[in-house]
C-alpha cells in the first residue's frame, strides 16, 4: 500500500460503492454492515486488532480501533465518522448515486461530502500509520459509526450509553463538519472548526377538542384552533442571540474582511450573512432558535370533525437558549395546545482554543498559507451530542480546500454530491499534519 494521500481517492470511491442508506426505519436500513465490513477488512489489513461492535439493532455494525500513542499519560483523542449515508432519488441524479465515479476532478456519489470523504481520509492514514510504524504524541481511537442520520439511537449514543469502555481515555474528539473552506475576497480562505451544535428538538402538538358534525356550527374544532398555533409558530421569529461561537465567527470575518455583522435589528445582520454565500443558509440559522412546522395529522372523514388534530414542528435551540425558548413556545401556543419532545438532543457547545484547535490551525496553514481557522456552529447536528454526553470537548473539522466558486453546503444530502479529488488530497495532508501533531 502507498501513502494515505494516493489511497484516499479509491476508498471514498469504494466507500460511496457501498449502499449504505440510513432510512431511518430499522427494517430498510441495511447496508452499515457491509461499509462496517469493508473498513475492518482494511484496518485488519495492515495489523490493527479491530472491534466490531452492533449498536442496538442488527446490522447496525460500528468499527473501533485504536492506535497506541508516545505518552501514555496523555488523554486519547477520538477520530470518528459516520458509514450510513442519507437516501437519494436516482433519477434526479447526473451520475448513479452510487458509481463512486471519478470525473472531470470529483469523486461523485451520495456521501462523498457527508461524509465517507472523510472516513476514506482517516482510514488512508490508520492504514499509513500502521503500516509504517508511526507513533503518534497520544492514543488514538478511531470509531466507524452506524446510524447518524437518522440521529444515532443505533449509533454513537446506544455506544456512548452502552460502552463507554470503546472511548476509555477520550476527552477530545475529532469529527464532522466543519474544515471546508471558504474563500472570502482576494484569496483569503477561512476554515471553520466546529465549535458548537444546535439541538434537534422535534415535537408533537396536539389539540383535543369536542368532535362534531362537519355540517353544523362548531366553534371549538380541534383542526382549527391547532392550525391557529401552528401558523403562529411558523410565522414566529425567536430573538437575536449570539452564542460564543457565533460571535467568533463573525468577528474573524469582520477582521479579514471589513463586513460588519450589525446585530440591531435580524433583517440588518440577514443582509450582512447573505454576502457569504451558500453558507450563510447554515449561518443564518445559528443566530436565533427555529421552529418549522413539517407534519400536519387530523381527520379521517370529510364530514366529521375529528377529536384530535396533531402537528409536528422541527425546533433548532441555540445552546443555553432550551428554558427561554420554551417559555416562549408556551406563550406563542396558549392553554389549549399540548406539546410533547418526540427527540431532544441537546445543544453542545466548547470554545474555539486550547492544543488541539492550535493544532488544526498550524496544520491548515502548513498546507493553505492563505488559511485562517475560525469557530462554527453547525444549525444541524452531529455524533458529537453523544461524546460529549461522555465529557469531551468536541470538535468537527473535515479539511477540505474547495474551489471558491462551488457551492458546498448545497451538496450536502443534495443532488450530485461530489467531491474535489484535490480537495479529498488536500485534506489527508492537513489530518495527516493533525494526527502527527495531536
Ligand atoms: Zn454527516
Not at 435589528?265 to 440559522?285: F, P
Request: glycine share 10%; with cysteine; charged share 25%.
Amino acid at each position: 500500500m502507498g501513502r494515505a494521500e494516493d489511497e484516499v481517492v479509491t476508498l471514498t470511491s469504494e466507500l460511496i460503492q457501498i449502499d449504505s442508506q440510513n432510512t431511518g426505519e430499522l427494517e430498510t436500513t441495511t447496508g452499515e454492515a457491509e461499509a462496517a465490513a469493508y473498513v475492518d477488512a482494511k484496518l485488519r489489513e495492515v495489523g490493527y486488532e479491530t472491534e466490531v461492535v452492533e449498536s442496538g439493532a442488527p446490522g447496525r455494525h460500528n468499527v473501533f480501533a485504536r492506535l497506541k500513542g508516545a505518552d501514555p499519560d496523555r488523554p486519547a483523542l477520538l477520530v470518528h465518522g459516520h458509514l450510513d449515508v442519507v437516501p437519494f432519488n436516482e433519477a434526479e441524479w447526473s451520475v448513479h448515486p452510487l458509481s463512486g465515479s471519478v470525473q472531470d476532478g470529483y469523486v461523485w456519489g451520495r456521501g462523498a461530502v457527508d461524509m465517507k470523504d472523510m472516513d476514506a481520509m482517516i482510514l488512508a492514514l490508520a492504514r499509513q500509520f500502521m503500516a509504517e510504524g508511526t507513533v503518534p504524541p497520544r492514543d488514538i481511537v478511531f470509531a466507524f459509526l452506524a446510524d447518524e442520520e437518522a440521529g444515532g439511537a443505533y449509533g454513537a449514543h446506544w455506544l456512548a450509553e452502552h460502552r463507554p469502555d470503546l472511548f476509555e481515555g477520550c476527552t477530545e474528539a475529532l469529527g464532522e463538519v466543519g474544515g471546508f473552506s471558504l474563500t472570502l475576497g482576494e484569496d483569503v480562505r477561512v476554515y471553520p472548526v466546529m465549535t458548537a451544535e444546535k439541538s434537534i428538538a422535534w415535537m408533537k402538538l396536539r389539540v383535543r377538542s369536542r368532535p362534531g358534525h362537519g355540517s353544523m356550527i362548531h366553534d371549538e374544532n380541534a383542526v382549527t384552533i391547532l392550525a391557529e398555533a401552528v401558523a403562529r409558530l411558523g410565522r414566529h421569529r425567536f430573538p437575536l442571540v449570539l452564542s460564543e461561537s457565533v460571535q467568533g465567527f463573525f468577528d474573524e470575518i469582520t477582521a479579514l474582511t471589513g463586513i460588519e455583522f450589525p446585530t440591531d435589528s435580524a433583517a440588518a445582520l440577514d443582509g450582512a450573512v447573505a454576502k457569504l454565500g451558500g453558507v450563510a443558509r447554515v449561518v443564518g440559522a445559528t443566530t436565533r432558535d427555529t421552529a418549522n412546522p413539517t407534519m400536519l395529522q387530523a381527520g379521517y372523514k370529510a364530514n366529521v370533525i375529528p377529536s384530535v388534530a396533531e402537528a409536528t414542528i422541527d425546533c433548532r435551540v441555540l445552546p443555553g437558549r432550551q428554558e427561554a425558548f420554551e417559555r416562549e413556545l408556551d406563550e406563542l401556543l396558549g392553554p389549549d395546545v399540548e406539546r410533547e419532545w418526540i427527540r431532544n438532543l441537546e445543544a453542545v457547545e466548547t470554545s474555539f482554543d486550547g492544543e488541539l484547535v492550535d493544532v488544526i490551525t498550524r496544520a491548515v496553514q502548513e498546507e493553505d498559507p492563505q488559511a485562517h481557522t475560525l469557530p462554527y456552529m453547525m444549525s444541524g447536528g452531529t455524533d458529537a451530542k453523544a461524546f460529549v454526553k461522555l465529557g469531551m470537548r468536541c470538535f468537527g473539522f473535515a479539511p477540505l480546500r474547495l474551489p471558491p466558486d462551488l457551492d458546498f453546503t448545497a451538496l450536502f444530502h443534495g443532488i450530485d454530491e461530489r467531491v474535489p479529488v484535490d480537495a479529498l488530497q488536500f485534506g489527508t495532508r492537513v489530518l495527516e499534519r493533525i494526527l502527527r501533531s495531536c
